[in-house]
T-cell receptor, first 116, second 109 residues
Framework: EADIYQTPRYLVIGTGKKITLECSQTMGHDKMYWYQQDPGMELHLIHYSYGVNSTEKGDLSSESTVSRIRTEHFPLTLESARPSHTSQYLC???????????????FGNGTRLTVT | AQRVTQPEKLLSVFKGAPVELKCNYSYSGSPELFWYVQYSRQRLQLLLR??SRESIKGFTADLNKGETSFHLKKPFAQEEDSAMYYCALRSLSGQNFVFGPGTRLSVLP
């Protein structure tokens, strides 16, 4: 079934660890996004990609990095996790074709990260 | 700067009562606005968008450029409408979305 998948759903790790949050979509979408969301707060864009080998930083400064080697895969990496990284991370995608200009975002289930 | 505000963090109404979730935006140009909803234990999903002029699950939203608002309305709330609602604006570049802080709607029996 065409969908967007995020793993893990929940992650608790210690300070200083390197972690990668996975996001994959099987919808053939060109555009992919990472949002950070604290409880009861708005979503903040931290990274986005318009296609393979294309990545950009979003509005919210983030110490994370992303890569887009394959269309369907858009992992987010924290080299050294800190308690301030504790948050929910949402991955989203949408088509990139001109005719899909008005298409909405499709979201994954999110990864809730806790850094102790 | 593009910004979306939702003044109510929590809105509680009784079943059968009308509901209005407020959304205001600041944007220089012709905006494209959306409402997303997140039900308990489900992912964030599109509810409706202003260009479609559609009614989804009884909800409607009208873009008022004079008041820079895009309020979400339903004449008779149902318990299953209880969820988190986010108003979103497509950015100038047309590529990214700016989200409001969200309003939690609680429909009481």
């Amino acid at each position: 079934e065409a969908d967007i998948y995020q793993t893990p759903r929940y992650l608790v790790i210690g300070t200083g660890k390197k972690i990668t949050l996975e996001c994959s979509q099987t919808m053939g979408h060109d555009k992919m996004y990472w949002y950070q969301q604290d409880p009861g707060m708005e979503l903040h864009l931290i990274h986005y990609s318009y296609g393979v080998n294309s990545t950009e930083k979003g509005d919210l400064s983030s110490e994370s990095t992303v890569s887009r080697i394959r269309t369907e895969h858009f992992p987010l990496t924290l080299e050294s996790a800190r308690p301030s990284h504790t948050s929910q991370y949402l991955c989203a995608s949408r088509p990139g074709r001109e005719r899909d200009y008005n298409s909405p975002l499709h979201f994954g289930n999110g990864t809730r990260l806790t850094v102790t | 700067a593009q910004r979306v505000t939702q003044p109510e963090k929590l809105l509680s109404v009784f079943k059968g009562a009308p509901v209005e979730l407020k959304c205001n935006y600041s944007y220089s140009g012709s905006p494209e606005l959306f409402w997303y909803v997140q039900y308990s234990r489900q992912r964030l999903q599109l509810l409706l968008r202003h260009i479609s002029r559609e009614s989804i699950k009884g909800f409607t939203a009208d873009l008022n450029k004079g008041e820079t608002s895009f309020h979400l309305k339903k004449p008779f709330a149902q318990e299953e409408d209880s969820a988190m609602y986010y108003c979103a604006l497509r950015s100038l570049s047309g590529q990214n979305f700016v989200f409001g802080p969200g309003t939690r709607l609680s429909v009481l029996p």
